[in-house]
């Protein structure tokens, strides 16, 4: 970790090509390590009407395949099932879930099956797995979502400190697909600032990858 340290230049924010250039030479591991953007933005979390969430399909996926869930009845079923979703069910999936089972990433519900899964916010809730109508997840559109997030859909919002965590591809990538999909997420972010933020709305933006020092962007 030092050496690769080295090679960051301090806190001295890079352009997205430099700093996905610094981060590409850190691919020193056996396996492939995820990139993650981290964005800490000038809002007040505790605000509702300045909380930015959202979700975005980057423009080369995010070199993951998601396990995707849904809560679907009648011709839902198959459209979810073309569309490649894992598991499709209602009741006996929350019976599922209730006993312990969340080897899923994404979980998605037509809008007359909430009455299932309503129930599941405890459990699903903290997991961040809980379908909402702000994220999407809750749409009478089932197959175009499921195809959204089996592409690379990623969903985000902000944390308690006014930070965003999201995945934005791997280190294999090729270098110019890793500047697309970082600069797509930044640009996604700028476009969501609510309108009761006063001052500067993005403080610091960083990139790292799964075992490697952060590199700072020039926000």
């Given at each position: 970790?030092?050496?690769?340290?080295?090679?960051?230049?301090?806190?001295?924010?890079?352009?997205?090509?430099?700093?996905?250039?610094?981060l590409?030479?850190?691919?020193?591991?056996?396996?492939?390590?995820t990139?993650?953007?981290?964005?800490?933005?000038?809002?007040?979390?505790?605000?509702?009407?300045?909380?930015?969430?959202?979700?975005?399909?980057?423009?080369?996926?995010?070199?993951?395949?998601?396990?995707?869930?849904?809560?679907?009845?009648g011709?839902?079923?198959d459209?979810?099932?073309?569309?490649?979703?894992?598991?499709?069910?209602?009741?006996?999936?929350?019976?599922?879930?209730?006993?312990?089972?969340?080897?899923?990433?994404?979980?998605?519900?037509?809008?007359?099956?909430?009455?299932v899964?309503?129930?599941?916010?405890?459990?699903?809730?903290?997991?961040?797995?809980?379908?909402?109508?702000?994220?999407?997840?809750?749409?009478?559109d089932?197959g175009?979502?499921?195809?959204?997030?089996?592409?690379?859909?990623?969903?985000?919002?902000?944390?308690?400190?006014?930070?965003?965590h999201?995945?934005?591809?791997?280190l294999?990538?090729?270098?110019?697909?890793?500047?697309d999909?970082?600069?797509?997420?930044?640009?996604?972010?700028?476009?969501?600032?609510?309108?009761?933020?006063?001052?500067?709305?993005?403080?610091?933006?960083?990139?790292?990858?799964?075992?490697?020092?952060?590199?700072?962007?020039a926000?």
């Amino acid at each position: 970790m030092r050496s690769l340290a080295a090679k960051v230049p301090g806190k001295t924010p890079q352009s997205v090509e430099q700093a996905v250039g610094i981060l590409k030479s850190f691919n020193n591991t056996k396996f492939d390590q995820t990139v993650e953007i981290a964005i800490r933005l000038g809002i007040d979390p505790k605000q509702a009407d300045q909380l930015v969430r959202g979700s975005i399909v980057l423009p080369h996926g995010i070199g993951k395949s998601l396990r995707v869930i849904v809560f679907a009845k009648g011709d839902k079923v198959d459209e979810a099932r073309d569309a490649g979703a894992e598991e499709i069910g209602g009741a006996e999936m929350a019976e599922k879930i209730k006993g312990g089972w969340t080897d899923f990433d994404v979980c998605i519900a037509a809008p007359d099956m909430m009455g299932v899964v309503g129930p599941l916010g405890k459990i699903l809730g903290p997991r961040g797995l809980m379908p909402s109508p702000r994220a999407g997840t809750v749409t009478p559109d089932v197959g175009r979502t499921v195809r959204e997030y089996k592409a690379g859909k990623v969903e985000f919002r902000n944390d308690a400190g006014g930070i965003i965590h999201a995945l934005v591809g791997k280190l294999s990538f090729d270098t110019q697909k890793l500047i697309d999909n970082v600069q797509a997420f930044i640009h996604h972010i700028l476009a969501l600032k609510p309108a009761a933020v006063r001052g500067q709305y993005v403080k610091g933006i960083v990139i790292s990858a799964t075992m490697s020092p952060s590199v700072r962007i020039a926000a």
